[in-house]
């Protein structure tokens, strides 16, 4: 079982940056493949970036591709989310999810996490 919460969100401007972490519970941590997913309202829940269990394979949306970057520190159970150059349609709630997984193929399907946390609020005025 993983628990996760994730923190950073809030209101800024466009061209402004925003760090979200995402701390887990547990000590299998380091075998989670870890994801952002971002949904707008009246929306699905897309994925924007993804990171396998050792950090060695990285997926980004076409959306997000240079702007945004994700990470991991195992030994702090965290995964982050570096936003740069944010634009009016970043706006959405950010959830975090995690699979257990010892593959680094990427996974873009959010019915495939298991574990998600209760999602943080970004928004970005114009």
């Known amino acids: 079982q993983v628990q996760l919460v994730e923190s950073g969100g809030g209101l800024v401007q466009a061209g402004d940056s925003l760090r979200l972490s995402c701390a887990a519970s547990?000590?299998?941590?380091?075998?989670?493949?870890m994801a952002w997913f971002r949904q707008a309202p009246g929306k699905e829940r897309d994925i924007v970036a993804h990171?396998?269990?050792?950090?060695?394979?990285?997926y980004y949306a076409d959306s997000v591709k240079g702007r945004f970057t994700i990470s991991r520190d195992n030994a702090k159970n965290t995964v982050y989310l570096q936003m740069n150059s944010l634009k009016p349609e970043d706006t959405a709630v950010y959830y975090c999810?995690?699979?257990?997984?010892?593959?680094?193929?990427?996974?873009?399907?959010?019915?495939?996490?298991?574990?998600w946390g209760q999602g943080t609020q970004v928004t970005v005025s114009s």
């Open positions: 999810a995690a699979r257990p997984s010892s593959s680094i193929a990427v996974v873009t399907t959010s019915l495939r996490y298991d574990y």
């Open positions: 547990g000590r299998t941590f380091s075998t989670y493949t």
């Open positions: 990171i396998s269990w050792s950090g060695g394979r990285l």
